[in-house]
């Protein structure tokens, strides 16, 4: 048994920008990861 640590990596403005959208009120119907971005998750980006 381990431990689970829910992350997402994304590289790039554009998914950074992406991910921006994502994050703000919306339908999971237009945006699927919707459904990943909540606590716990840690986001991980680099440019």
Do not use: N
Not at 34 to 44: D, M, N, Q, V
């Amino acid at each position: 048994a381990g431990a689970r640590l829910p992350l997402l990596a994304i590289q790039g403005q554009a998914k950074l920008a992406t991910l921006a959208e994502a994050l703000a009120p919306g339908e999971v119907a237009r945006m699927p990861i919707r459904a990943f971005l909540h606590s716990p998750l840690e986001i991980y980006w680099c440019p």
